[in-house]
């Protein structure tokens, strides 16, 4: 009986809580609609239902430029969704100047964000002037080659390691009837810009890229370096196949996964296609560090971040779904669906597989983790790299020349 | 303009039969005319002159994701006309207008002709002819897009049947894609351009016809250059119509190649869209008042015609 009225006292206490709070729809917009990105994203959804009251509302927008454009429709229309996915970089910096995000600062310094969040170059993408405006939820690193064993194994060839072994293998590939490199040129190109950034950054070497990149040197961009990656991107051309015009990453990724088509490059979200699929690494593909003998790691990725929306009920379910977001098992839940590395180190990554293993050892080697030139340059630069990249893949009347002319007119008018 | 005349007409209609005291009623019978296209005009003003003048203003800004008045000159026009992907787009509105307009005028007179010579199923056969109008040009776009895959569509279909070099895939390649473009363009418009023509034949009065039967000039040579000719109006208004679709084609390029293979299939309208979306709002600005240029051209043309008609009904009018 002495136990009785303390008993009844919570229960009462949590009912009053229980009803006062009342439930919120958290929208959340997002460009996760491959089938391994999917089943990352439903791990957020399920868990933040689970979670109880709140419920996720799911807004999935094909290609990230579009939904981004959404984002910002809605933002500009005074109609925001309460979360949206972003790239960590410079995508949503007018959206913090403007004051529309949720300053999420005290559920980061209650959770110590700083000291959990690794590497730097994520942190600072949302830890911006000493508030954090966005949850980091993946590393996603572009330093990847994706290829088929089967494909290499058919041309009695070993998977190559390195860009120059590749190239020497294409040929017989092409003999063999198999596509050499698959590449797709949906979205205004972003396939084709992101590969070309790939060879970049392996060959002009990190310190080079970012004095082009980051200080804007057009001394530099006008550089032998900087010609000699539009010439191997130019040979890399004849070994695509017609079908690539137009050609979505995950059909892509697919050429690759039915031996169709060699080699790929592209972030390691790919890995979520192959696991889908059914692959094994090491037995069906091979995931090619870098592809270079010296591979980079860059710290893509994704982010979200939550928009002010003057309700308390909906504010204390956006912390909660940013709070959910970092949770240590979370983390390995979800980066195990999408084929990233965990934001943090102290996640149990049991389940990670051999190309997982090998991100986290380079993530752990900090000469290897660099930063995404999407973290120095805004989307309108990204863009017109893009139509700069895709023309010179397409077009075969675009000289090398003209094509670094273009180049380095565009890093002296960036901004 | 559309609804002064509508006021115009409508105020006209109860004038007739009113007489003493009547230039008060029909003021008074004109209110609710007014008041009806007041909406009307309040959107007409709203949505087109304000818009316009501030998308002139944000051009001149070096606006981003949010308008702002930080003046910049000439700096966007410069930017726009020094980037390659602007400089294709242009060029091929010009190859895509040019092309489509005039396969869309022989080909909705032809079949303008051919609905002349009282068929059977007329009527069916217009609502063949116009149903492509009815879709939307993302339909209409993806539909062709279809024909056109090298894997799925006629060329597969063709070497199945046995010709197995059979070459029939426009959009793969840079220097078709535009034309595979403009088929799907001209199927989408044909219908319209015919509707209208049929019209202007159907104008022409039938003692033309029976004149140049009795001089024995044949039937073609009629078409050619007896009818076609005393039905300039039908055939402005049907160019002009194709030419303000034109310069604004969006989604047709949106659905059939994104603007690829490169940027071989862009177009000013898909630019401006992509510059505002992302976040280079004064570009997009810049390009969306260059695109207003040749629409205002196209209106003071047909303006000037009507014009000039005018004067010259005035002058039979008072001869």
Redesign the interface.
């Known amino acids: 009986m002495k136990k009785f009225l303390p008993v009844v006292a919570t229960m009462a206490a949590a009912m009053l809580a229980t009803t006062a709070v009342r439930a919120a729809d958290v929208e959340v917009i997002h460009w996760w609609t491959s089938g391994g990105e999917q089943a990352a994203v439903t791990v957020f959804a399920n868990e933040f239902d689970a979670l109880g009251g709140d419920k996720w509302i799911d807004t999935a927008i094909a290609l990230g430029e579009t939904a981004r454009a959404a984002v910002m429709q809605r933002a500009l229309g005074g109609d925001p969704p309460e979360a949206a996915q972003f790239n960590p970089g410079r995508q949503y910096e007018e959206l913090i100047a403007a004051g529309l995000l949720l300053d999420l600062t005290p559920l980061a310094e209650a959770e110590g964000w700083s000291d959990i969040v690794r590497p730097d170059t994520i942190e600072s993408s949302c830890h911006i002037d000493g508030k954090w405006w966005c949850v980091p939820v993946n590393i996603h690193s572009w330093q990847w080659g994706w290829a088929s064993i089967p494909a290499f194994e058919k041309v009695g060839l070993a998977v190559p390691k390195n860009m120059d072994e590749f190239i020497a293998a294409a040929p017989k590939l092409k003999e063999a009837g198999i596509i050499p490199f698959a590449v797709g040129g949906d979205g205004g190109g972003w396939q084709i810009s992101g590969m070309a950034g790939v060879l970049q950054l392996n060959m002009l070497g990190v310190e080079l890229r970012d004095k082009i990149f980051r200080d804007l040197d057009t001394a530099a961009a006008a550089g032998p370096e900087v010609t000699k990656v539009f010439e191997t991107v130019r040979s890399l051309q004849q070994y695509s196949d017609d079908g690539s015009v137009g050609r979505n990453w995950n059909d892509t990724t697919n050429l690759v996964i039915t031996d169709a088509a060699a080699f790929q490059i592209m972030g390691d979200w790919a890995r979520g296609e192959f696991s889908v699929a059914g692959e094994q690494p090491g037995v069906d593909y091979e995931c090619v560090a870098g592809p270079a003998d010296k591979p980079y790691l860059n710290t893509g990725g994704d982010i979200f971040v939550f928009f002010k929306q003057n309700d308390p009920d909906v504010e204390r379910a956006q912390l909660k779904l940013a709070s959910m977001m970092i949770n240590p098992r979370v983390q390995a839940l979800f980066n195990n669906a999408k084929g990233s590395l965990p934001v943090r180190d102290d996640v149990d990554m049991s389940l990670a597989d051999a190309c997982m293993k090998k991100g986290l050892a380079l993530l752990a080697d900090p000469a290897t983790v660099v930063a995404d030139v999407g973290q120095y340059r805004t989307e309108d630069f990204n863009i017109q790299m893009n139509d700069l990249w895709t023309d010179f893949w397409f077009n075969p009347e675009t000289t090398v020349e003209q094509a670094q002319a273009r180049f380095v007119d565009l890093i002296a008018n960036a901004d | 303009m559309a609804d002064i005349a509508a006021a115009r007409a409508a105020g006209a209609k109860p004038g007739v039969g009113g007489r003493g005291g009547g230039l008060r009623r029909r003021r008074l019978q004109l209110i609710p005319s007014i008041i009806s296209t007041l909406p009307m005009a309040a959107t007409a003003i709203g949505v087109f002159i304000i818009c316009i003048i501030f998308t002139i203003i944000w051009s001149f800004t070096n606006s981003?994701?949010?308008p702002t008045f930080n003046f910049v000159g000439l700096d966007q026009y410069e930017?726009l006309w020094?980037?390659?992907?602007w400089q294709?787009s242009v060029s091929n509105v010009w190859v895509f207008g040019v092309v489509s307009m005039a396969g869309n005028l022989v080909f909705g007179y032809l079949l303008a002709v051919f609905m002349d010579q009282r068929i059977r199923q007329e009527d069916l056969f217009r609502t063949i002819f116009l149903y492509p109008v009815a879709l939307s040009g993302v339909v209409t776009g993806l539909v062709w897009q279809w024909m056109m895959d090298?894997?799925l569509g006629i060329q597969e279909a063709v070497r199945n049947m046995g010709w197995t070099n059979f070459q029939f895939?426009p959009?793969?390649q840079?220097e078709t894609a535009l034309y595979g473009m403009v088929v799907a363009g001209i199927w989408g418009g044909v219908g319209v351009t015919m509707a209208i023509l049929l019209a202007g034949l159907r104008g022409v009065d039938t003692e033309v016809w029976k004149a140049a039967k009795v001089d024995g000039i044949p039937a073609w040579r009629t078409y050619l250059f007896i009818a076609l000719p005393m039905m300039k109006g039908a055939v402005i208004t049907a160019v002009i119509l194709q030419a303000v679709g034109v310069i604004r084609v969006f989604d047709l390029v949106i659905a059939m190649?994104?603007?690829?293979?490169?940027?071989?299939t862009q177009m000013p309208a898909v630019y401006v869209v992509?510059?505002?979306?992302?976040?280079?709002v004064g570009?997009g600005m810049a390009a969306a008042t260059m695109m207003l240029l040749p629409v205002a051209l196209i209106i003071a043309v047909q303006f000037v015609f009507r014009w000039r008609a005018k004067l010259r009904a005035e002058r039979l009018a008072t001869r």
Do not use: D, S, Y
């Open positions: 981003k994701l949010f930017r020094a980037t390659p992907k294709v090298p894997n895939a959009l793969v840079p190649t994104g603007g690829g293979p490169g940027i071989a992509q510059a505002i979306n992302t976040r280079a570009q």
